[in-house]
């Protein structure tokens, strides 16, 4: 499942439990804060997995690893309000279950470049990382 964003998200009672289960039964969420649904999806994650926290994933992960190599973690596609990107994980029972790019804004660095003005090697940078995630949610 792929959720991305510019603002206000919320899910209701049936989406909450639609989503913990398939998360848990398998299914895994790649999730890319497009600038300003941050402290909407925290908070909606927080109710289909009350008891986790988003934690910061290393750049040691598999995640970076998997295909292309990201050493420094998340390429930087967006300025925004600035600050590095983060990516962060949901881990259920050992288990990544939901991958959560935050300050990176991978999913305009996949579009055509000429909807947002990407250079191509930022254009690049997104659709290798986004490589990256999709194998990982395949294999994990």
């Known amino acids: 499942a792929y959720i ?3 603002g206000n998200i919320s899910f209701d009672e049936d ?3 639609k989503l913990r289960s ?3 039964h398998g299914g895994f969420l790649i999730a890319d804060d497009d600038y300003g649904m941050n402290l909407s999806f925290r908070r ?8 986790l926290n988003f934690v910061e994933l290393p750049f040691s992960h598999l995640i970076y690893h998997i295909h292309y ?7 930087k596609i967006h300025e925004h309000d600035g600050g590095p990107p983060k990516g962060y ?3 259920y029972e050992g288990r990544l279950v939901c991958f959560y790019s935050f300050n990176t804004d991978l999913s305009d660095g996949c579009e055509n470049q000429e909807i947002h003005n990407d250079p191509p090697e930022k254009h690049e940078q997104a659709l290798r ?3 990256n995630i999709v194998l990982y949610a395949l294999i994990n």
């Open 4 to 6: 991305a964003g510019h």
């Open 15 to 17: 989406e909450i439990i």
């Open 22 to 24: 398939y998360l848990i």
């Open 44 to 51: 909606e994650m927080k109710k289909v997995f009350p008891e």
């Open 69 to 75: 190599h990201f050493d420094q973690g998340l390429p």
């Open 89 to 91: 994980g949901l881990i």
């Open 129 to 131: 990382m986004m490589v």
